[in-house]
């Protein structure tokens, strides 16, 4: 069954450095997003990617977020430069319509020191 | 603004025995709702979702979920519960008119006694 993979699975980094996030989604999904969750808290809506552009963003998703998908299959997060509230797993989600279901990753696991 | 409220933040329950998990939304028009199961360390996995039609909905491992309009609920169900169950459950609810994000519930957290 195919899945949605991301890399890597732990990454700690110090404060103010940058970070990227990388997602694999499902081949044939057209909708590509970013979510991410605090440690005991909910997961939060970051970002939503289609047709080579961002359709929708938090107001978690600030300037220093940026988000591409540099070839036919990667997903990238990128964080600038990185705050201690960063620190969270981030989850890349793929769906192939718009209300349709969203396959999550793995996540990675990111803690900035 | 669309939200989820999961009243219970954790529950216990003994191997074998019935379930509910609750879920109860805030939306406008009729909702796409889902439940996701996250396991320690793990990713979100969707156990079943809610678009239209038959408002008894079945997913994997065994559980339903209820959709009531009336009770803007989409309540979790498993008759028979396994130690493997064991996880974090989120209900979402997503794709308000022009919007695909979905919104989370806070979780509740299953424990299963042996």
């Known amino acids: 069954e195919p899945e949605v993979t991301q890399t890597p699975s732990h990454q700690v980094t110090q404060m103010g450095q940058e970070v990227i996030l990388r997602c694999v989604p499902i081949?044939?999904?057209?909708?590509f997003y970013w979510y991410r969750q605090i440690l005991g808290q909910k997961v939060e809506f970051l970002v939503s990617?289609?047709?080579?552009?961002?359709?929708?963003k938090s107001e978690i998703f600030d300037d220093q977020f940026s988000v591409e998908r540099p070839d036919g299959s990667n997903f990238t997060l990128k964080i600038r430069s990185t705050k201690l509230e960063d620190s969270a797993m981030y989850f890349c989600a793929s769906g192939q319509g718009a209300a349709e279901t969203q396959y999550f990753g793995p996540g990675t696991r990111l803690l900035v020191l | 603004a669309q939200s989820v409220t999961q009243p219970d933040i954790h529950i216990t329950v003994s191997e074998g025995a019935s379930l509910e998990l609750r879920c109860n939304y805030s939306?406008?028009?009729?909702?796409?709702l889902f439940w996701y199961v996250q396991s320690p360390g793990q990713g979100l996995q969707l156990l079943l979702k809610y678009f239209s039609g038959d408002t008894l909905v079945q997913g994997i491992k065994g559980f339903e979920a209820e959709f009531k309009r009336s009770q803007s609920s989409f309540n979790l169900r498993k008759p028979s519960v396994h130690w493997s169950d064991a996880a974090e459950y989120f209900c979402a609810v997503g794709a308000a008119p022009g919007r695909r994000a979905l919104t989370f519930g806070s979780g509740t957290r299953l424990q299963v006694q042996p």
């Open positions: 939306y406008g028009a009729t909702p796409y």
């Open positions: 081949s044939n999904h057209l909708y």
């Open positions: 990617f289609y047709n080579n552009e961002i359709s929708e």
